[in-house]
């Protein structure tokens, strides 16, 4: 009898010691699964982050498909600027170098807008700005006005330039004044023109000095 109490107690220690074992199996198990879960949750997220990334990738490829056009149209448009600004140089060269006329630069329909007052300050045709402005001009000189171009610049299809001229007027006096142009281009000819000087310089030469026949 003492005997198989003693087997009841052992027995009854065994399972007690065996508790602890169990439960931690049971942890470390639950332990395992719970990786497990993060793992997978882990390469879930990773693919996601890839998906996401392949469906930002088309509007990667258009942002660079529409850039590329954009770069070159502002390439076209540098290499027409100074292709205007080439032409309207070469015509002031002409006029300093008495070897051409810088009127041809306007084509046949071009208007040209004298601003500012005063008996010449409007807007002309190509023929009535020569006919009217001009050459009425060039009569109240002595020696034809010599231009000193500052600097020609451009933008897009309008060309800047400004300039000095200087002459002799036909009463021995000088005449100078300082002008500021503004030609809109087409096919490598001024379609229109702003002319800004000192306007109260020019009526000065209109107004003191006949011209003369």
């Given at each position: 009898?003492r005997?198989?109490g003693q087997?009841f107690?052992?027995?009854?220690l065994?399972?007690?010691l065996?508790?602890?074992?169990?439960?931690?199996?049971?942890?470390?198990?639950a332990?395992?699964?719970s990786?497990?879960?993060?793992l997978e949750?882990?390469?879930?997220s990773?693919?996601?982050?890839?998906?996401?990334?392949?469906?930002h990738?088309?509007?990667?490829?258009d942002?660079a498909?529409?850039?590329?056009p954009?770069?070159a149209?502002?390439?076209?448009?540098?290499v027409?600027?100074?292709?205007?600004?080439?032409?309207?140089r070469?015509?002031f060269?002409?006029w300093?170098?008495?070897?051409?006329?810088?009127?041809?630069?306007?084509?046949?329909e071009?208007?040209?807008?004298?601003t500012g007052?005063?008996?010449t300050?409007g807007t002309?045709?190509?023929?009535?700005?020569?006919d009217?402005v001009v050459?009425?001009?060039s009569?109240r000189?002595?020696a034809?006005?010599?231009?000193?171009?500052r600097?020609?610049?451009?933008?897009?299809d309008?060309?800047?330039?400004?300039?000095?001229?200087?002459a002799?007027a036909?009463?021995?006096?000088?005449?100078?004044?300082?002008?500021?142009?503004?030609?809109?281009?087409?096919?490598?000819?001024a379609?229109e023109?702003?002319?800004?000087?000192d306007?109260q310089?020019?009526?000065d030469?209109?107004?003191?000095?006949s011209?003369?026949?």
């Amino acid at each position: 009898m003492r005997y198989l109490g003693q087997i009841f107690i052992g027995t009854g220690l065994i399972g007690l010691l065996a508790i602890p074992a169990m439960t931690q199996a049971r942890t470390e198990e639950a332990g395992f699964q719970s990786n497990v879960a993060a793992l997978e949750l882990s390469h879930d997220s990773t693919a996601l982050n890839k998906q996401s990334a392949l469906n930002h990738f088309p509007a990667i490829v258009d942002l660079a498909q529409a850039t590329q056009p954009n770069q070159a149209d502002a390439q076209e448009t540098q290499v027409i600027e100074q292709r205007n600004k080439e032409i309207v140089r070469q015509y002031f060269d002409g006029w300093r170098n008495g070897t051409g006329n810088f009127f041809d630069l306007l084509a046949p329909e071009a208007t040209w807008t004298i601003t500012g007052t005063g008996a010449t300050a409007g807007t002309y045709r190509k023929q009535a700005l020569i006919d009217q402005v001009v050459n009425p001009t060039s009569a109240r000189l002595s020696a034809p006005i010599v231009p000193t171009v500052r600097g020609i610049w451009a933008d897009g299809d309008m060309v800047i330039a400004l300039w000095d001229g200087e002459a002799t007027a036909g009463d021995g006096r000088p005449y100078r004044n300082t002008y500021t142009w503004y030609f809109k281009m087409q096919d490598g000819k001024a379609i229109e023109a702003i002319a800004f000087l000192d306007m109260q310089e020019f009526n000065d030469l209109w107004t003191r000095v006949s011209p003369r026949n």
